[in-house]
């Protein structure tokens, strides 16, 4: 049976990138650039004043003092959006506001705080620095310099930069859209009552949550029923609409598990199934016409950490996005954990990690059985617990996939 790492490795493989577009930059929130994007004008694009005060030469401050002030006449003003009328003749000031164009020939500004002024004149009292309180065209981002590289994920600070930099539009890769079919005989809407036998259908639901939260869009399928050939005629009708399928239930060796035949029958290459952990053991990952597709284990816990771990980076890798996996950490567990017998699995465990004065420590969320859905309440990141360890005593070393925070590797 394939390890978690092998497994995953072989869904990258399968995924390219979509082709990328164009989006209006107030689209872009979480989306991947699409080309290395630079600077086509200096910012500043101007050099202008970073203070409210008076532009000057700093060589006719030079012997300001408290005891010997320097007055210099004052020959005009110039706030933010002005441009200057001219020059600045040596010997005087020029009042200027912050963001105004510095004057040719001044060289520094002294703030208004720091002098003493009238209509017409102001005094210094200290000899003003050179360059001070001057922002030069181009110090923050230079002409043709690299703004945001290909597959860099644009976060408000990005869209900060394009926007300064004239990108209205950016080459994006879009968002990747996500058909979502569950499956089993058992399930009802969430908004009803079960009656004898049902349940509610949380896969639905949390998957959409999960695909929207990781930048993809969802695309709902209504429920099929374990029903050979209705499994058959929805597989059909979300392949057509999407860029990747996923299905929940029906994928193991129950009697009505019939994801599995059906995929294969329409013709989809097997890349793998069953997977070397808990949850989630039956995973299977196919390609058909091009279209990756996840057969996931019905039981909630096991499919929302199937996604993370699995179609979380290979919908970030469709999106064209340079970093794919959420940060790693170590930590110290809290509480002892043990699995009921050696079985060769990589586990899970739903924890909430938390920053403490003797490092980072991570709690369980409480029992960890498969069936628990409500160990995914709080928890903020996943312990990955290695096939050979059997047991961990209360302060071992954990790895954490740090799930609420955004990729860094
Ligand atoms: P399956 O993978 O179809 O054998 O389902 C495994 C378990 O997960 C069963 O107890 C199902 O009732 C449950 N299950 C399957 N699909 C869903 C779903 N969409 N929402 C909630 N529970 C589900
Ligand atoms: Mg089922």
């Given at each position: 049976?394939?390890?978690?790492?092998?497994?995953?490795?072989?869904?990258?493989?399968?995924?390219?990138p979509?082709?990328?577009?164009?989006?209006?930059?107030?689209?872009?929130?979480g989306l991947a650039a699409?080309?290395?994007?630079?600077?086509?004008?200096?910012?500043?694009?101007?050099?202008?004043?970073?203070?409210?005060?008076?532009?000057?030469?700093?060589?006719?401050?030079?012997?300001?003092?408290?005891?010997?002030?320097?007055?210099?006449?004052?020959?005009?003003?110039?706030?933010?959006?002005?441009?200057?009328?001219?020059?600045?003749?040596?010997?005087?000031?020029?009042?200027?506001?912050?963001?105004?164009?510095?004057?040719?020939?001044?060289?520094?500004?002294?703030?208004?705080?720091?002098?003493?002024?009238?209509?017409?004149?102001?005094?210094?009292?200290?000899?003003?620095?050179?360059?001070?309180?001057?922002?030069?065209?181009?110090?923050?981002?230079?002409?043709?310099?690299?703004?945001?590289?290909?597959g860099t994920t644009l976060?408000?600070?990005?869209?900060?930069?394009?926007?300064?930099?004239?990108?209205?539009?950016?080459?994006?890769f879009?968002?990747?859209?996500?058909?979502?079919?569950?499956?089993?005989?058992?399930?009802?809407?969430?908004?009803?009552?079960?009656?004898?036998?049902?349940?509610?259908?949380?896969?639905?639901?949390?998957?959409?949550?999960?695909?929207?939260?990781f930048g993809?869009?969802?695309?709902?399928?209504?429920?099929?029923?374990?029903?050979?050939?209705?499994?058959?005629?929805?597989?059909?009708?979300?392949?057509?609409?999407?860029?990747?399928?996923?299905?929940?239930?029906?994928?193991?060796?129950?009697?009505?598990?019939?994801?599995?035949?059906?995929?294969?029958?329409?013709?989809?290459?097997?890349?793998?199934?069953?997977?070397?952990?808990?949850?989630?053991?039956?995973?299977?990952?196919?390609?058909?016409?091009?279209?990756?597709?996840?057969?996931?284990?019905?039981?909630?816990?096991?499919?929302?950490?199937?996604?993370?771990?699995?179609?979380r980076p290979?919908l970030r890798k469709m999106m064209g996005h340079r970093f794919l996996h959420?940060?790693?950490?170590?930590?110290?567990?809290?509480?002892?954990?043990?699995?009921?017998?050696?079985?060769?699995?990589?586990?899970?465990?739903?924890?909430?990690?938390?920053?403490?004065?003797?490092?980072?420590?991570?709690?369980?969320?409480?029992?960890?059985?498969?069936?628990?859905?409500?160990?995914?309440?709080?928890?903020?990141?996943?312990?990955?617990?290695?096939?050979?360890?059997?047991?961990?005593?209360?302060?071992?070393?954990?790895?954490?996939?740090?799930?609420?925070?955004a990729e860094?590797?």
């Open positions: 049976m394939l390890t978690f790492l092998e497994a995953r490795q072989l869904v990258l493989e399968h995924i390219t979509l082709t990328p577009g164009t989006v209006a930059l107030d689209q872009a929130l699409a080309e290395d994007l630079r600077a086509a004008e200096p910012v500043p694009p101007f050099t202008n004043s970073a203070m409210d005060g008076y532009a000057l030469r700093a060589s006719d401050g030079r012997d300001a003092s408290d005891t010997i002030p320097v007055r210099l006449p004052v020959t005009g003003g110039l706030s933010a959006g002005n441009i200057p009328k001219g020059a600045l003749q040596p010997g005087t000031a020029v009042r200027i506001m912050t963001g105004a164009p510095m004057p040719e020939g001044a060289d520094s500004v002294v703030p208004i705080e720091h002098t003493l002024n009238g209509a017409d004149w102001v005094e210094l009292r200290k000899s003003p620095k050179l360059g001070a309180n001057v922002r030069r065209a181009g110090e923050d981002i230079s002409l043709g310099g690299l703004v945001v590289g290909h976060r408000p600070g990005e869209i900060a930069v394009l926007a300064a930099t004239g990108f209205a539009q950016v080459p994006v879009h968002r990747a859209k996500v058909a979502i079919l569950t499956t089993g005989n058992e399930l009802i809407d969430c908004g009803m009552t079960p009656g004898p036998g049902q349940i509610r259908d949380a896969n639905i639901h949390a998957l959409a949550a999960q695909i929207r939260a993809g869009i969802p695309v709902f399928f209504p429920r099929v029923p374990d029903d050979r050939e209705r499994v058959d005629t929805v597989l059909a009708e979300a392949l057509a609409s999407c860029d990747l399928l996923l299905t929940t239930g029906g994928v193991s060796v129950g009697d009505y598990d019939f994801v599995k035949p059906a995929l294969e029958a329409a013709g989809a290459e097997l890349v793998f199934w069953r997977v070397a952990q808990k949850p989630g053991g039956p995973l299977g990952f196919w390609m058909l016409n091009g279209t990756p597709v996840f057969g996931i284990p019905g039981n909630p816990v096991a499919a929302m950490l199937m996604v993370e771990e699995y179609v290979a959420r940060p790693t950490r170590r930590a110290t567990l809290d509480q002892p954990w043990s699995k009921s017998g050696p079985d060769g699995r990589v586990h899970f465990l739903r924890v909430v990690a938390r920053e403490t004065a003797s490092g980072l420590r991570a709690a369980l969320t409480g029992p960890q059985g498969s069936g628990i859905l409500s160990s995914m309440l709080c928890a903020n990141a996943l312990a990955v617990i290695q096939e050979t360890d059997l047991a961990l005593a209360a302060g071992e070393s954990v790895l954490l996939h740090l799930t609420e925070l860094d590797h």
